[in-house]
């Protein structure tokens, strides 16, 4: 067979490209090199993929806080911890005042968040009608309403909507001592509905809950081998928030973060990795030696949904001092 036909064979086989499967043991492996290989390998692969002095921003807003139905250890919005105020709905032009300033201040994409287990259909009309409108503005859109129902990501996919968050949190031997009231694979559900609708997949976890290497080995493995992997993936690091299971959970070791971040580079070449929550307990030097591990991207705002973020103005600063150009 000639190399044409052999490709070609592949092809009929596969209509997406093949990407490799990872072990939990090799993911575990790149985290045991010593630093200074693994930060190596980390920019080989994300200088042949991307513009190694650019960052994506993307801003993030509560469209509607508390009162959720699930009963996620690390969640300040889950009803059974009552830590946050509940809200409703927001309005449009509160959403859109919100999508404009953050336009004003740099960001490419808004990010939309909802406290529910899932959204009503009449609750996703108005969301449709806020994605429509932020597109309207010239940003990117993205939404985590929780799992969908048939259909519901094609209503999304009709008003525009670019990318859906939705994250696998944590290993799935880890998941039920985190999460009771829904399992991962009612995430998986949602995300295959996301992707078939057309949809990008913004897909990641959070770290720092206790979990083991092996834990967060094989959270890394289960984003690279989804097929296609995520266009973006969220590494978050636990914000410990009073009133949660969590809220005393030993913070990771801040080397052990970089290097996630820079296994998730080597596993995922092409993602946009999102150095997320937790950034405005890292310092300046933390978050450099992420972006050299390969994040390429942030969340932009003083706010995250209901906890704090690194602040706009520090972070220019800091872009300006590392020569980063915000994308
Ligand atoms: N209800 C929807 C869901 O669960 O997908 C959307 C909102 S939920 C708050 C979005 C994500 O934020 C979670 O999947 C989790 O990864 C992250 N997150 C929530 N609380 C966090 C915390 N205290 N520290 C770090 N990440 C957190
Ligand atoms: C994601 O992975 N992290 C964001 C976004 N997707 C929705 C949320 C972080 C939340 C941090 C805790 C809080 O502000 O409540
Ligand atoms: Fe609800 Fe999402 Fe928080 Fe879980 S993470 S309690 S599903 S808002």
Redesign the pocket.
């Known amino acids: 067979m000639t190399v044409a036909t052999a490709i070609s064979a592949q092809h009929r086989t596969s209509p997406v490209p093949a990407v490799r499967r990872w072990t939990t043991t090799e993911i575990e492996a790149l985290f045991r090199l010593p630093f200074a290989d693994l930060m190596f390998r980390a920019q080989e692969i994300h200088r042949a993929h991307h513009d190694a002095n650019t960052v994506q921003l993307s801003t993030l807003l509560s469209i509607k806080t508390g009162g959720?139905s699930?009963d996620?250890g690390?969640?300040?919005?889950s009803a059974r911890h009552e830590t946050v105020e509940r809200e409703q709905l927001l309005e449009l032009n509160e959403v859109l005042a919100a999508a404009q300033a953050a336009k004003a201040k740099g960001a490419s994409r808004f990010c939309m968040?909802?406290?529910?287990r899932g959204p009503k259909d009449k609750d996703l009309d108005r969301v449709m009608e806020m994605v429509q409108a932020v597109k309207g503005l010239g940003l990117e859109t993205c939404v985590?309403?929780?799992m969908l129902k048939e259909g519901q990501a094609e209503r999304l996919a009709e008003a525009g909507l670019d990318y859906y968050?939705?994250?696998l949190?944590t290993a799935p031997e880890f998941y039920g001592q985190i999460i009771t009231s829904h399992t991962q694979a009612d995430r998986f559900d949602t995300l295959g509905k996301v992707r078939d609708a057309g949809i990008k997949v913004c897909c990641?976890?959070?770290v720092g809950m206790g979990e083991s290497r092996r834990g967060r080995a094989s959270l890394i493995a289960e984003l690279a081998n989804m097929t296609p992997q995520p266009e973006s993936v969220?590494i978050?690091?636990?914000?410990?928030?009073p009133g949660?299971p969590l809220e005393n959970a030993p913070p990771l070791e801040p080397f052990e973060f970089v290097r996630t971040i820079a296994v998730a580079r080597i596993t995922m070449p092409t993602s946009y990795v999102r150095l997320?929550?937790?950034r405005q307990e890292m310092s300046d030097e933390m978050q450099s030696l992420c972006f050299l591990a390969g994040a390429n991207s942030i969340f932009y705002g003083d706010k995250l949904?209901t906890?704090g973020n690194a602040e706009a103005a520090r972070d220019q600063a800091l872009f300006q001092q590392l020569g980063i150009h915000p994308l």
């Open positions: 959720c699930e996620c690390y969640c300040s919005q968040g909802a406290a529910w985590t309403l929780g968050n939705h994250n949190d990641g976890g959070i969220p978050n690091n636990l914000v410990p928030i949660t997320s929550a937790g949904l906890t």
